[in-house]
């Protein structure tokens, strides 16, 4: 990305490391993955499914350097991408290039994903929700 990125959260104690950066206007920005769905001792068969989620989900953000400006989180902002693991590599530039399309607001900016995807209706909200086709089949075979 055009802007410092620190990439944090490696100790015993979290789930997988973050990724924060500030953007044009001082607000921290964070991004992790992590598993949305995987097998286990009780569900054996359940799929590996990830997610990456900026600026949600974390729930923990890493803590600024000294003297660092920062108007606090960003809470205007939030995306979430839940895909399958031998997709994820292929959406790093793409989440890149989503990420530095926001920051300019201009999404007209925005490339094509390299796997399609739909965006889910949240409850509340703005459509910030997206699932690979194949990720969505797989959480869920029963849906047609």
Not at 15 to 22: G, L, Q
Not at 35 to 45: G, H, K, L, M, S
Request: aromatic share 12%.
């Amino acid at each position: 990305m055009n802007m410092p990125v620190l990439i944090t959260g490696t100790s015993y104690s979290s789930n997988s490391p973050i990724a924060s950066w500030m953007d044009h206007r001082q607000r921290l920005n964070y991004l992790n993955v992590y598993a949305y769905t995987a097998p286990d001792e009780f569900v054996p068969f359940r799929p590996f499914i990830l997610r990456l989620a900026i600026n949600k989900s974390a729930g923990r953000v890493t803590m600024l350097k000294k003297g660092q400006v920062c108007r606090g989180l960003n809470l205007v902002w939030d995306f979430e991408l839940t895909v399958l693991p031998k997709e994820i590599l292929d959406f790093l530039p793409w989440i890149v290039n989503l990420v530095e399309a926001h920051d300019k607001g201009s999404l007209l900016l925005l490339e094509s994903p390299p796997h399609s995807f739909e965006l889910k209706a949240p409850e509340v909200g703005f459509f910030n929700n997206a699932w690979t086709q194949k990720a969505w089949l797989l959480a869920n075979p029963t849906i047609s």
